[in-house]
């Protein structure tokens, strides 16, 4: 049967992952993942989970114990990670805490620390189990060339899936419909999964969300956030369209937000921090006048990094400080509300480069329309 | 997807909260805790409604009054959350296990239930504890689970609709026809979201005789001459599974029609007066040349959608509950034809 293991990159990962357990004198990592946050578990074991809870035990020399409570998912990981040595534990928590007992007197790690099921980060002292957060999420934000590639997979189907989002859209559909498109598109292309919010309508849109039923109509605004997963790897896009033709205002509102999100693209580069890019962005709508719709009441992030996580670090804020290195992978997104519009976005994915960044996403920066 | 009355009446969620609040009341707890993600929505979806597609929320339950939802959702995301759900308070902040901690210690809450309380994300535990340093949390899952088992009428019809799509959207599989498992998963997956699925969750064995598990496939993968097909599918907050068997060939496509059959009856018949191991064995003797390999029940009775609770290599050997609802998931060969099918079922007679 074939499968979808993708060793070669998974390879890079381990060899990296050992040398850094080595080098920062780690024996083990315990690594939690669930469907919502698996970056760090598919980092160390390449399983990237759909249904229920999962936490591996990570050697430094390589050997990889991935214990899973859904019986669907053990099927799932024995033939997608070959590698791994899966386990069947209904009892999750309990059978991984009596595991753990055989490891003490070793130096332990986990990850992410604050997802850890509370039993057994309760044991930290008892185990010498330090919280090694920092240290996996340096490894997942530098990229390695074969991670970047997958990237560059992913961002090319971001394209490709917008524009089957933009052909689905017309008016009388639901917003759920759209959405129906675009999976049916993604599976049948090597899109494991999607994680995708939408907002559909005019000033009363202050954000995106799961779809609610709602009918697209003339004059709505339809914004999305596409972000497919390949090999593991999420790509961003984010595009709004308008059902009919756009507006003056609308037109005005979408150069303010392509100004901006070109001003934040044009400060990525390696050695500058989070905080650069968003004020860059920020600075746009300050000279507008649209400054508070920068802050938290309007909007969660300016932009975000993009990996084996669809939020992964750095958060790009004006009060974020951490350095942007070559390699990393980002979306700028100056996605806000405009007080006449509704809330509007506009985002594409980059790699940084030591001088500036390369653009992943091939879509154009259009507001585009549908015929009403 | 938006919050219909009268799919999911106002009523039917008080009457829920007012059971586990009776519930609380016998235990002598002061407050009950669920905490909530993408992965763990059911417990708080079947007191409000409420699905989360991103963070983590939990949702406070006192002794009277309305549930309490704190959740590190933005501010602009609870008209969202009115418009797919019925939750009177939205407490929206980075730290929900604070917030709640915080309202805990001002109730003077001294005994918490605690849904699943070793899982309890580590973060959000010790911002719960820091908060609320007075307040006892103890393991209330069987609590929770003995009140939730039984099936009310609204969850039963969302059942039913799930369950529709799901058949619908296998429906779609003409097994002469359909070559590669990329498309055919993505065919399915279109038409139960076309239908108003939220969730899809499609898996294939691509060929039978290789292999009997099902996995995730977005890429071409030739399908054989028997393969298999399970669709994963959540209506409003409600899971079913569906699997299905499909064969090219004449001598299959009998086997399969007659054990899909059987299947049908069987659900229709599972009673509460046995054990589910001993039902099962038995009602596998009714179908001639039959070899039953495998078997898992599945319901929801906590946080996660769907959950294993029994199966053959752990069968247990307590009866089911009567009004509970069950996916059963075998896995047999029939005539020396493999064959994987799964359907959703209503203890003691009342059939889908």
Known sequence: ?372 | MGWDPAELPKRTLDDRVSRLQAAMKRSTLDAFLLYTNLVRPSAVCWLTGFTPYWIESILLVAPNGAPILATALSKRVSEWIRATSQVDEIINTPKPGTAIGQRLAADGAKRVGVLELDALPAGLYDDLVSAAPNAELIDATALFAAERRVVDEPERKLILRADALALAALDQVNAAEVKDAGALAGLVERHARLGGAEEAYIAIAPDLAADRRLIRISKPVPLAERFAVRASIAYKGCWVRRTRTFAKDDVGQRAIARADHWLNQFTRSIGADKPLASQIVAQSKNLPCAELKSWMAESCVGSYPLEAIASSPSPGKETVIEGSFLVLALDLTVEGVPWLGAAPAFVGGRSL
């Open chain 1, 1 to 372: 049967m074939q499968t979808q293991y993708q060793p070669m990159i998974h390879d890079d990962r381990k060899r990296r992952l050992v040398g850094a357990m080595s080098e920062s004198g780690i024996d083990m990592l315990l690594i939690y993942g669930n469907a919502w946050q698996s970056d760090y578990l598919r980092y160390t074991t390449d399983y990237s989970i759909v249904e229920g809870q999962a936490l591996a035990l990570v050697r430094g020399d390589g050997h990889v114990t991935l214990y899973l409570d859904s019986p669907l998912e053990v099927d799932r990981a024995q033939l997608e990670c070959p590698a791994v040595e899966v386990v069947h534990a209904p009892n999750l928590v309990g059978e991984v805490d009596t595991v753990l007992d055989r490891f003490r007197n070793q130096r332990l790690g986990a990850a992410p620390y604050r997802l850890l099921p509370r039993r057994l980060a309760a044991r930290a002292k008892d185990l010498q189990l330090a919280d090694q957060t920092a240290f996996l999420d340096r490894l997942l934000m530098r990229k390695l060339d074969s991670e970047i590639a997958a990237m560059r997979r992913a961002a090319k189907l971001c394209d490709e899936g917008y524009a089957v989002f933009r052909a689905a859209a017309r008016p009388g559909r639901a917003d759920y419909e759209l959405i129906a498109e675009i999976e049916a598109f993604f599976r049948a292309n090597g899109v494991d999964h999607n994680f995708q919010i939408i907002g559909v309508g005019g000033p009363e849109v202050r954000g995106m969300a799961p779809p609610s039923g709602k009918r697209l109509k003339r004059g709505d605004m339809v914004t999305t956030e596409l972000t497919p997963c390949v090999d593991g790897y999420y790509a961003q896009i984010c595009r709004t369209l308008v059902v009919g033709a756009p507006s003056a205002e609308q037109k005005a509102a979408h150069a303010l937000w392509r100004e901006s999100m070109e001003a934040g693209i044009a400060v990525v580069r390696d050695g500058v921090t989070a905080a650069d890019i968003a004020r860059a962005e920020n600075d746009i709508f300050r000279q507008h006048g649209l400054g508070k719709y920068t802050t938290s009441e309007y909007t969660r992030v300016r932009g975000h990094g993009l990996g084996l996580f669809v939020d992964t670090k750095p958060h790009i804020l004006e009060d974020v400080t951490t350095r942007i290195d070559a390699g990393m992978t980002l979306v700028v997104h100056p996605n806000t509300y405009h007080p006449v519009v509704g809330y509007l976005v506009l985002g594409d994915a980059v790699v940084v480069t030591q001088d500036g960044c390369e653009l992943l996403t091939g879509t154009p920066r259009e507001l585009f329309s549908v015929a009403a």
